[in-house]
Nanobody, 120 residues
Framework: QVQLVESGGGLVQPGGSLTLSCAAS????????MGWYRQAPGKQRELVAG???????NYADAVKGRFTISRDNAKNTVYLRMNSLKPEDTAVYYC??????????????WGQGTQVTVSS
């Protein structure tokens, strides 16, 4: 019923920047917290950054000072600005959002994933 569509991934050299976008679409839904996760080969999915409906943010230690999460509630979109990228940032990045449609709970939805590769 609700889909999260990601865009903005790609190949970038170390020290470069990328901005990821994730837009929710559907009918009659509300969004609470949103976030970005990533999963590198051979590793478990980890939280990169989160943002509440009120705009409070949190970041993984590995990306603090380099990444910025933001949201545009009017567009149902969350962004991740990634600066000073490192090879260790290479992963598939997944958008996450807690969404209520018609049930009693906000449940997690996931984007399709977008590849970010940092390499020289």
């Amino acid at each position: 019923q609700v889909q999260l569509v990601e865009s903005g991934g790609g190949l970038v050299q170390p020290g470069g920047s990328l901005t990821l976008s994730c837009a929710a679409s559907g009918r009659s839904f509300r969004i609470n917290n949103m976030g970005w996760y990533r999963q590198a080969p051979g590793k478990q999915r980890e939280l990169v950054a989160g943002i509440t409906s009120g705009g409070s943010t949190n970041y993984a230690d590995a990306v603090k000072g380099r990444f910025t999460i933001s949201r545009d509630n009017a567009k149902n979109t969350v962004y991740l600005r990634m600066n000073s990228l490192k090879p260790e940032d290479t992963a598939v990045y997944y958008c996450n959002a807690f969404i209520n449609t018609s049930g009693p709970y906000y449940t997690p939805y996931w984007g399709q994933g977008t590849q970010v590769t940092v390499s020289s």
